[in-house]
């Protein structure tokens, strides 16, 4: 027995929400068509004995008594009739005759089916057709006038045919009363029967709704609730706390499955928390590197530049005052001497340049890019008269950014589409300007002589360079400001590899910086800084 027990428990665990509600609604209905059945049942029956009591039990014995007093009628009016001969006496009788076959016709139709009470009906006819017979008919066929000498010689057996009328009718009336009697104790049982099953189906109604009511607390209602607890527990901030799994099999399986969802978040939170922890160690390994750049800086503004500056002054001294003077040798050593300072001054300039962008030049306001496009250009006047190179642009839109790096940007691009063109042809450089989702996009086109594929990328790098120094001046930080400038303000920007006369240079620029834009990469400043002392 135990063992069937708990198969059938195991049986019932795995039953689902729409499982348990199916067997509910099914056992629901059988129960409430059953009481259904039986009510109905109840009723009919109720109604076919009230219909039989008061439509053939109850007429039948009235009419019983009916047919009674008619043939007290007739035996009145013959009596009277043979007793003096008056003729007024035959119209109780003739009456009565009328009356009788009234009743007899009625009772005939109301026991209908009843073989007994006919049989009953069939003695009684007997008897009367006997009394009529042998005393009623010959006393009221005698003249009128005179007393009928029948009646005193068939007194005796007149009194004894009539008494025999009394008896059949005494017994038919006791038996239909009988069966009236038994017909309103049907109706009162069937009564009380049928108010014990509408209280029954009304108990059972009630019982139904309670066990539905607490199926659904036990089943639905009360888990949800767990699950809902356990859900706001953890939404607090208790994210060790594990999920009960209480209900149908359904709800188990979610319940599962959101505990399951919930130790994932727990592990993905450590591994956030422990990336955090990384991330923060970073930030202060950056801002110690970014203090030391700084310091950097400082150093190679002030300390570097004075020493260089000194150098720098006493080879071009040397070189004026000694040069010629000396063999050819030590002439090449001071030009090699007052151009490696001239060079080192350069890059130092430019190193400060490449880290003041979005340490110094961070002033986000909103500029016209065209106005700072044509400063740009009368900037670089010297060199585009020397070139004759031809600048056009798309009309340019308004952007929130800081005015100096956005000099610097143009600068740069352009300087660099002036310097590296082709020998013998006259530089052209066109920028545009398309709208692209929520960003700009732009593009500075020349007709140089262009960027290798394979060095799309490296030229971005700070201090790489593609020629020597001999063929273009330059220190190789251009487009690595480029870069960085734009990626301050939250773009991308890309060299066309695809594109073969010249250099297609485009960026990216939103309307508005984005507010995690403008974040130095230090490590990459640190990288600039370390190379040119390597």
Known sequence: MSG???????????WTTRRWLRAGVAVSLTVLTLLGVTGAWVLGRTESISDTLVNTKSPALSTSFRLESALLNQETGIRGYGLTGTSDFLTPYQQGLTDQATHTETLTRLLHGDAARLRDL???????????????????????????????????????????????LSSQQDRLRADRARAVQDLS??????????????L???????????????????PLEQLGADARTIAAGTFEHPITSTGPADLRRLSSEIDFMRRRLVRELAFTEEARLRLDAQAADLQRSNAELEQFAYVASHDLQEPLRKVSSFTQLLQRRYGGQLDQRADQYIDYAVDGANRMQTLINDLLDFSRVGRVHHELQSIELETVLNRTVSSLSVSIEE??????????????????????????????????????????VHISAEREGDLWRFAVTDNGIGIAPEYAEKVFVIF?????????????IGLAMCKKIVEFHGGTIAIDPDYRDGAHITFTLADEPPRAAGISTMPEAVRAVAEPSA
């Open 464 to 476: 790489q360079r593609l020629h020597t120094k001999d063929a273009y001046s330059g220190s190789g």
């Open 387 to 428: 070139s004759g190179a031809e600048i056009t642009h798309d009309p340019l839109p308004p952007l929130v950014a800081d005015p100096t790096q956005m000099g610097m940007l143009w600068q740069n691009l352009i300087g660099n589409a002036i310097k590296f063109h082709r020998p013998g042809q006259t530089p052209k």
């Open 122 to 168: 069939t003695a009684v006819q007997e008897a009367v057709a006997t009394w009529q017979e042998r005393i009623a008919e010959p006393i009221a066929s005698s003249p009128a006038g005179t007393t009928s000498p029948l009646l005193t010689e068939r007194a005796a057996e007149g009194k004894e045919t009539f008494d025999a009328v009394r008896i059949a």
């Open 204 to 222: 059972v109604i009630a019982a139904l709704t309670v066990l539905v009511f607490e199926g659904l607390r036990r089943g639905i209602t009360r």
């Open 4 to 14: 069937n027990t708990k198969a059938r428990t195991r049986r019932f665990s795995t």
């Open 189 to 202: 049982d069937t009564m009380t029967l049928r108010n014990w099953v509408f209280t029954a189906i009304a």
